[in-house]
């Protein structure tokens, strides 16, 4: 293929993923030699997934050990600063992006005829299953996803049978009164455990800001959180910290899930199912 | 106006003030009637309806009457010592400079928004603003020096707040601008009127016990001291004042602009315009003012919750534009 | 300065921005005496008057009845010294009445609407003495300019304090209620108080004034009766001025009439 003829297939690719988002006959088998993400959860699945030659460069957040799973991995990477320059600059052949926010930055690239590949955010644990395929035959190693697929399937397993003992109410609460709602990733877990997101009690069905008063009063049986630290470091994380909260909700009615585990779905679903099912059996005794 | 009627104005607004107060504790996203609400508030009713009330709305209507208070007395305080119905806190930058303090140790990881720091660095930056702006404008001072370096120092101190909150690392940055700059009273617990109260009842002090003195300052500066006023301890006394409640107001409830200015001006007419009369009215009626907004804001329906800061400038920016019309004369005036 | 002397100053110098504006002044001065401090613009009548006032900081002795000012305490000494700064405003739409109550305010009196019968006596006297009872629930900011400059006359009288110190009472005022207030100093000055005025208006000096300091370049040029201080060869020095001399019903005539 001359330069010329991969350039034209590459803005073919840009244009058919404009219209649609499904998988694209070119991705799957050679599997695209350079690589770039912007997303963090991009990233996560681009690490899980990818030979580290294929990687050239993460996104900004990739390294922030709160929000990244694989913080530790991302540091043999080059950090890019999720706008367009220096993803120019490397000319990658995929830049993997979220289908959401960045909107410039990504149109931007695809004037350039750089190919994007974008992903949603996930709401299912089918989802995330479906995206790492996706990626797999994207990277060229689709027997790495299914794997990483099976070891998701044996977690939910083991979430499962913890589950069929006890049954009840989750509200996943995170800063300042948000709450995720039933269409959601978490969601989805919490189902697959047999649990119900209380959210939709709070007429949160797609997620949403909630009131300290409407939490209270909606009385869930636990709580699902991010982390415990007792420290409000600003004022979204001060409203966790409110007594109503502290009193009616004390450690033993609290799933503790760090965000990392959470705010992505992809390689980190395994451990996020096992927290869960280890938070669920500590209730159950 | 005889005593007789100013005991009638502080018995009703007094009066306005525990009606809000018992309003604002009967509204919320739970919907609770007066009566369970005052069961609640004695210990009665059920476990999550007493939570509802003693530990979410009751704090929140403290906090809403003693910072508006606190706002409508450094107004009244300010406007006595400056001699100009168009000084105000939140003209003059202290609650964004007080708001720039708190986010300062927070961003510097020497405390988090529940401690005892937070309220003292608003503390300080809001009297280094005060203090700042009154040595720029001089001891005579022109309001139009006064407003101007007030702008000035209240730009400065948004733009810092938003650096500061940018350069921690803190991924919700943009939300907690917002609260800073724009103030709300959403689910404060009792432990945030531990926080500010303390230091708004020493603040409120400091400026309640020097009516008087405001009284003869209507004389100007000279006058006041040949009569035995000390100005510049006056002064010193209100920086503090004001810096010690609108400081720590700030440190629990962001920035919450302008009632300093509405308030007292709305008070004047009915003390006679005597500045030494104007400061407990405008305490009251600045409590009920923010309890007021603090309860349309939870009337109005919208799909996040509308800041405080938001009502109370909507309000005050356009009745402050008023003020500067009917003060033009004076104040082109006070250019010469 | 004799025995009889009550208010004496001794060496009195004041700096204003790093420079002297006052150099070395000594008078003294007896109870019941209009005393008319005069001198060119800029030869520094107000520092002068401020420093007496103890507004400003000082360097020299002021002495009040045998006690140095400074070491008087402030309540005591707004007591014992009124005074009356130039173009004196009241910033808020307050009853002249209440206004001037406040000359009570170092009387331990702070509150225009609670006096004590003492109080609401020297209120009444005050208003009276510059003829504006029929004026007293009015709001200051509706009356006139002749009005507010005797408000704040009666500001200062209501303290009934020994010594009256204002500065440029008469400047902008018609001729009638130039005249008016004049008077009202004198007869304050008969009545006992020590009465010292910054006035352009040498001619009302003349007729009014018991005694004249002449100040220049901030030296007190001379100090004792008008007709000896506003003699012609010191008009011609301190104010390069002539002026035309007479005499009306056996008072002085002196007006400013050509420029040297």
């Known amino acids: 293929m001359t330069a010329a003829l991969k350039l034209r297939a590459i803005r073919l690719c840009a244009a058919l993923l404009l219209s649609s988002a499904a998988l694209l006959p070119g991705e799957a088998r050679a599997g695209a030699a350079r690589i770039a993400s912007i997303n963090m959860c991009s990233d996560q699945l681009l690490m899980a997934l990818a030979d580290p030659e294929q990687i050239v460069g993460l996104g900004p957040y990739a390294r922030d050990p709160h929000l990244s799973f694989m913080a530790r991995e991302a540091e043999r990477f080059p950090q890019l600063s999720g706008e367009a320059e220096d993803v120019l600059e490397l000319q990658p052949d995929v830049v993997l992006a979220g289908r959401y926010g960045k909107r410039a930055t990504r149109e931007l690239l695809r004037t350039k005829g750089i190919k994007l590949a974008e992903f949603d955010v996930p709401r ?115 409203l966790l910290l409110h007594p109503a909260i502290q009193n009616s909700y004390p450690p033993s009615r609290r799933l503790v899930i760090a965000e990392q585990l959470t705010i992505c779905g992809g390689p980190m679903l395994p451990q996020a199912l096992d927290r869960l099912t280890a938070a669920i059996e500590r209730i159950d005794r | 106006m005889r005593a007789a ?332 | 300065m004799s025995e009889a002397d009550y208010f004496v100053v001794d060496g009195l110098c004041v700096s204003l921005g790093g420079k002297l504006r006052v150099k070395d002044v000594s008078f003294g001065l007896p109870r019941g005496c209009l005393t008319a401090l005069v001198g060119p613009s800029g030869a520094g009548k107000t520092t002068l008057l401020r420093a007496l006032a103890g507004l400003i900081p000082s360097e020299g002795r002021i002495t009040a009845g045998g006690e140095e000012v400074s070491k008087i305490p402030v309540r005591q000494r707004a007591r014992r010294l009124s005074y009356v700064p130039q173009g004196e405003a009241v910033h808020w739409p307050l009853p002249v009445r209440d206004v001037v109550a406040l000359g009570r305010y170092p009387h331990g009196a702070p509150d225009p609407q609670r006096l004590g019968i003492t109080d609401a006596d020297a209120v009444a006297r005050a208003l009276h003495e510059v003829d504006l009872m029929p004026l007293q629930d009015r709001r200051v900011t509706e009356l006139s300019g002749g009005e507010r400059r005797r408000v704040a006359i009666a500001r200062a009288l209501a303290t009934e304090a020994p010594i009256l110190l204002a500065d440029e009472p008469i400047a902008s005022l018609d001729p009638y209620f130039q005249l008016a207030v004049m008077a009202l100093l004198q007869r304050q000055a008969r009545a006992g108080a020590l009465v010292l005025v910054i006035t352009h208006d040498i001619g009302l000096a003349a007729r009014f004034a018991d005694c004249i300091l002449m100040l220049s370049e901030g030296r007190l040029a001379a100090c004792g009766p008008p007709s000896a201080v506003l003699a012609p060869p010191r008009l011609a020095d301190v104010f390069s001025i002539d002026a035309y001399r007479s005499s009306h019903d056996a008072q002085p005539v002196l007006v400013p009439w050509a420029m040297r």
């Open chain 2, 5 to 336: 009627d100013r005991t009638l104005l502080a018995a009703l607004l007094v009066g306005g003030v525990v009606l809000l107060f018992l309003v604002s504790l009967s509204i919320g996203p739970v919907r609770l009637s007066l009566g369970t609400v005052i069961e609640a508030l004695v210990g009665g009713g059920t476990d999550v309806q007493r939570t509802i009330v003693q530990e979410i709305r009751l704090p929140r209507a403290i906090l809403a009457v003693t910072i508006g208070a606190m706002h409508g007395l450094a107004g009244a305080a300010l406007q006595g010592l400056l001699r100009n119905p168009l000084a105000a806190p939140s003209l003059f930058g202290a609650p964004q400079a007080a708001a720039f303090g708190a986010v300062l140790v927070i961003a510097i990881g020497v405390a988090d928004t529940l401690s005892y720091a937070l309220p003292l660095a608003a503390i300080a930056m809001a009297f280094v603003s005060v203090f700042v702006l009154l040595a720029v404008a001089g001891r005579n001072a022109n309001l139009l020096l006064l407003i101007l370096a007030g702008l000035a120092l209240s730009s400065l101190a948004g733009a810092a707040t938003s650096l500061a909150l940018n350069l921690a690392p803190n991924p919700f940055a943009s939300l907690e601008i917002s609260f800073w700059l724009l103030g709300s009273l959403e689910d404060r617990s009792f432990h945030h009127v531990t926080l500010a109260l303390p230091f708004m009842a020493v603040g409120a002090a400091l400026l309640m016990m020097r009516g008087e003195a405001f009284r003869v300052l209507s004389l100007g500066e000279e006058a006041a001291q040949s009569l035995g006023v000390d100005v510049g301890h006056l002064r010193l006394q209100v920086i503090l004042g004001v810096a010690l409640g609108v400081g720590a107001a700030v440190a629990v409830s962001g920035t919450i602009g302008f009632i300093g200015l509405i308030v007292p001006h709305l008070m004047r007419p009915l003390v006679g315009y005597d500045p030494g009369r104007l400061l407990l009215p405008s305490a009251l009626a600045g409590g009920a003012l923010l309890l007021a907004a603090d309860v349309a804001v939870r009337l109005i329906p919208s799909t996040t919750g509308i800041k405080v800061g938001v009502l109370t400038a909507l309000i005050g920016v356009p009745f402050f534009l008023y003020l500067v019309v009917r003060q033009r004369r004076s104040l082109t005036g006070s250019l010469a």
């Open chain 1, 124 to 238: 299912s644990i089918d989802d995330v299953k479906a995206q790492i395929t996706r990626l797999g035959e994207l990277v060229g190693h689709p027997d790495r996803a299914s794997a990483l697929n099976a070891r998701i399937d044996q977690a939910a397993d083991r979430t499962r049978q913890a589950a069929a003992r006890w049954q009840g109410r989750v509200l996943p609460l995170s800063r300042r009164g948000w709450i995720a709602g039933s269409d959601s990733l978490i969601s989805s877990l919490l189902s697959t455990a047999g649990l119900v997101n209380a959210a939709a009690e709070l007429g949160l069905r797609q997620g949403g800001f909630a009131s300290l008063e409407t939490i209270v009063a909606a009385r869930p049986d636990l709580l699902l959180m991010t982390d415990d630290v007792p420290t409000a470091e600003d004022q979204g994380k001060a």
